[in-house]
């Protein structure tokens, strides 16, 4: 135990409101100990058989219960999993499921391959979908200025799919911009077709649903009340404010959700029926997130959300303030994407900020921020999740915002030169040795380097910084042989 605290020594903080992306902190130490104690009680129940351990679909149906209300789907059902991209892999594995049970009848094996098609805000979840369950996508693209889709690119994308489109995706809201898709109509258009429509409100599905009554500006519909929504991902380990592991994947139509069933009975072992990815599953963080879930309950989420709103109004305001950088698009929840300054011609300010600059900066000052580079017509961005304690540090990270600008106001944008490309190896053994990460160089790179290449990079220094350390500089980890 001294060494696995050893060991975090060298993690970002996951409370206290420093690290404005990956972790999600309610300021509450009271449900982090409450999580704790629900992990422990079932640490080791085996998820994998719901009739040995009847806990397990008690805990699960009392969450999708709560959903259920919350994203106004009175009859849905679905599964907790283990995260948001198992939920967005789910979805689309039974979309495909149920396309090629359409196509058995006609279509020759292998002459028509199923299509997504969704925006190109939607989660890399979905690229991940496609790849490994041999899908195609049609990316429609999202307006540089507002990160959102014309409701007109993304029908003309449905009609030109035709036969092979399998499912239509839609964000509340996209995790880049945290702005909303034109869910309304886009549901409305796979109805008529009679396609299923999934809504990723990975990010937004514990947020937004608390989001008016909290004090937040009132949004359109973009949940289960919308007609033609067939299914809803929600994060339980983001705003659900539950232990890492956990998110709901909720679908209207009953046909659609038994189609990510996996079960089988052709093998000389034990029935297999799977309504998920895994098969001998955790139930630890399923317990977590129910304890926290019947904790709070509606009214908790509300209060919650609270300060959320009101920080999110600040750090909004002080970013609009700032010469130089500006919201990209209309957010509708937590999530802020900032981006440099244009002139009246649409481009660049020479005495703008640009944004990786200004994370690197604010990153000195001891917060960290998320970069994005630029896809596309999409410029690069900055990333900041706002969480409950956000709050609690205004007063030191608006300062810090405005202090990092007036730093790196009118440097030009960085951008690698051609041939200086680092080698990954080399990178990920300085970063393990503790060095810092040139993140803004790094983010420069992916936006100059075919994609390809880049994420080929991205392979070989997470490969490399994950292996066990060459050499004698590892510590022992106790194995005699
Ligand atoms: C976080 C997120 C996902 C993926 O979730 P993980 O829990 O990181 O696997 C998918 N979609 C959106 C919109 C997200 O914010």
Not at 55 to 65: K, N
Not at 146 to 156: F, I
Request: hydrophobic share 50%; aromatic share 6%.
């Amino acid at each position: 135990m001294a060494r696995l605290a050893a060991y975090l020594t060298d993690d970002a903080p996951t409370h206290g409101g420093r690290v404005l992306s990956y972790v999600y902190d309610s300021g509450r130490p009271e449900l982090d100990a409450l999580a704790g104690a629900a992990a422990a009680a079932v640490q080791a129940v085996n998820g994998l058989d719901p009739t040995t351990f009847p806990s397990v679909a008690r805990l699960e149906s009392d969450l999708v219960r709560f959903a259920r209300e919350m994203l106004h789907g009175p009859t849905a059902t679905g599964s907790v999993t283990s995260g948001g991209t198992e939920s967005c892999l789910l979805a689309v594995l039974a979309a495909r499921e149920q396309w090629r049970r359409r196509h058995a009848a006609g279509a020759q094996p292998g002459t028509v391959r199923p299509l997504i098609v969704l925006p190109a805000s939607a989660h890399a979840a979905f690229h991940k979908a496609a790849h490994l369950f041999d899908l195609d996508l049609i990316l429609v693209p999202v307006d540089a200025a507002t990160g959102v889709p014309s409701v007109a690119e993304m029908v003309e994308a449905m009609d030109a799919a035709g036969d092979a489109l399998a499912l239509v995706v839609v964000s509340a809201p996209s995790y880049p911009h945290g702005v909303l898709d034109p869910i309304v109509e886009v549901a409305a258009a796979a109805r008529t077709r009679d396609l299923p429509c999934h809504v990723d409100a990975c990010i937004g599905g514990w947020v937004l649903p608390w989001w008016g009554a909290a004090g937040g500006d009132p949004l359109p519909p973009w949940d289960f009340a919308v007609p033609g929504v067939t299914s809803i991902s929600a994060d339980l380990h983001k705003y659900g404010f539950a232990p890492k592991g956990a998110s709901l994947l909720l679908f209207s139509d009953p046909a659609l959700d038994r189609a990510r069933y996996f079960a089988l009975t052709d093998w000389p072992g034990y029935p297999v029926v799977n309504p998920t990815l895994l098969g001998s599953r955790s139930a630890t963080s399923l317990a977590a997130a129910w304890a926290v879930v019947q904790a709070l309950g509606p009214g908790g989420y509300v209060e919650l959300t609270r300060p959320t709103v009101r920080a999110t109004a600040a750090v909004r305001a002080a970013v609009e303030s700032i010469d130089g950088l500006r919201i990209l698009g209309e957010p509708v929840g937590p999530l802020l994407a900032v981006a440099a300054d244009l002139d009246t011609s649409g481009a660049v300010r020479a005495d703008a900020v640009d944004p990786h600059a200004w994370a690197t900066a604010v990153a000195r000052a001891g917060f960290v921020l998320q970069g994005q580079p630029a896809f596309g017509l999409i410029p690069r961005s900055t990333h900041l999740t706002i969480t409950p304690v956000t709050e609690r540090v205004l007063a030191e990270l608006i300062p810090v915002l405005i202090a990092a600008a007036d730093e790196v106001r009118g440097a030009p944008e960085r951008a690698e030169a051609a041939g200086a490309i680092p080698d990954p190896a080399q990178l990920a053994a300085a970063a393990r040795a503790g060095g810092e990460l040139d993140l803004a160089s790094v983010l420069a790179l992916i936006e100059m380097l075919p994609r390809e290449q880049s994420a080929g990079l991205l392979t070989a220094f997470l490969a490399e910084f994950v292996a066990p350390p060459a050499g004698s500089d590892g510590q022992s980890t106790g194995v005699e042989v």
